[in-house]
């Protein structure tokens, strides 16, 4: 059975830093596009950021603040966010797929996600 599991949300301050994890079991992972979505209190899941082949894409709202990486013997995927802003508070969700895409429907798989909450 195939499990994504994230862990790392929490409540900070704007300004401060979290790292978020997310543990893929199940099967391997390794070449598998794998991203971090968010879904803030009455909007819409977003496209936050993709891993995959080694290259990395954001989201305009993310970039040069927040950084995915992977560990592929670790089969995990992390998330590095740093100068939050009370706008990056939402549920922070891993998925895999096949393919990078800053799509929802392009993956496969999903976590249950983590709670961040920047306040101001």
């Known amino acids: 059975q195939v499990r994504l599991v994230e862990s790392g949300g929490g409540l900070v301050q704007a300004g401060d830093s979290l790292r978020l994890s997310c543990v893929a079991s199940g099967r391997p992972f390794g070449a598998s596009a794998m991203a971090w979505f968010r879904q803030a209190p009455g909007k819409e899941r977003e496209f936050v950021a993709v891993i995959m082949s080694g290259h990395q894409y954001y989201a305009d709202s993310v970039q040069g603040r927040f950084t995915i990486s992977r560990d592929i013997g670790k089969n995990t995927v992390y998330l590095q966010m740093k100068s939050l802003k009370p706008e990056d508070t939402g549920v922070y969700s891993c998925?895999?797929?096949?393919?990078?895409?800053?799509?929802?429907?392009?993956?496969?798989?999903w976590g249950q996600g983590t709670q961040v909450t920047v306040s101001s």
């Open positions: 998925a895999a797929g096949p393919l990078g895409s800053s799509l929802n429907d392009r993956y496969q798989y």
